[in-house]
């Protein structure tokens, strides 16, 4: 979505890839810059592979970066890793992104926060529309900050969740490699992906195929869903096993 905001205001994109451990260094990152370099993106925790990138690496690329970073924390609510939100006061080209996507259940609100210091605000004031969040969603917005508590606890339930699905996946013959995750899904390493993908998608079982991504070959993004689907999942994957389709053989033999 980045190259497509970039794309859409006719500005320059650059990509830069993450080594093998989906992290970064700030030095590599940022000999991907010029002088002409105005903003960074960074994602942490990342999507789709579900990691938090190097603190100190997003610290030093804030430091060195002569340009404004944006931290993008659409799923810091289900890391380890404490926000960035903190430390705001310490950063003056830093805009930390959140949402009430992820977390807070509301995707289809289509609500998102930029925090950034003072100085920054006021800039994004004078370009932005004039036009406010309409007031439905503001009023959405403040009900669902009331039910803070409530959030938590959908959280540290999904959470165990993760952890009971992250312990059924790893038995499974097809999945090659589980990805540690800091976000409300699982990268998964599996024998086959788009037959695998096929597979469940089959029998009504929807995950993100991320096999054409760039380090993410082979790879399915399987987020936790609710107790009976994250069964229906695994029940799926075992019945695979059962009837010998590409998943079951590598690992077996
Ligand atoms: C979901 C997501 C967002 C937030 O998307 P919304 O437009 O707020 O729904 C931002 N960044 C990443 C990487 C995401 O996965």
């Known amino acids: 979505m980045y190259q497509v905001a970039a794309g859409v205001n006719n500005v320059e994109y650059r990509r830069v890839l993450l080594n093998k451990s989906f992290d970064f260094t700030a030095d590599s990152l940022l000999q991907a810059t010029d002088s002409h370099t105005r903003l960074i993106f960074l994602c942490s925790p990342n999507n789709p592979t579900g990691n ?86 503001q009023d959405y917005a403040l009900k669902m900050l009331a039910k803070e508590s409530r959030v938590k606890r959908w959280v540290e339930t999904l959470l165990r969740d993760r952890e009971k699905l992250w312990k059924r996946l790893s038995a499974l013959p097809c999945i090659e490699k589980l990805y540690p995750t800091d976000a409300n899904f699982i990268l998964a390493g599996v024998t086959d ?59 077996r033999r």
Do not use: H
């Open 52 to 137: 938090s990138l190097n603190r100190e690496e997003i610290v030093q690329t804030v430091r060195r970066f002569d340009g404004i970073v944006v931290l993008d924390e659409a799923y810091i609510d289900f890391s380890r890793q404490a926000s960035f939100l903190e430390e705001l006061n310490l950063y003056p080209n830093l805009i930390v992104l959140q949402t009430f996507s992820k977390a807070w259940a509301s995707a289809a609100v289509r609500l998102g926060v930029a925090f950034a210091r003072p100085e920054i605000v006021r800039i994004m004031n004078k370009v932005k529309y004039p036009y406010n969040i309409n007031q439905l969603t």
């Open 193 to 251: 992906a788009n037959a695998v993908y096929q597979y469940l998608t089959d029998r009504g079982v929807i995950v993100r195929n991320r096999n054409t991504v760039s380090l993410c070959a082979g790879c399915l993004r399987i987020t936790v869903g609710t107790p009976q689907e994250n069964k229906t999942l695994i029940d799926a994957l075992e019945r695979m096993n059962l009837t010998g389709t590409p998943c079951t053989p590598l690992k």
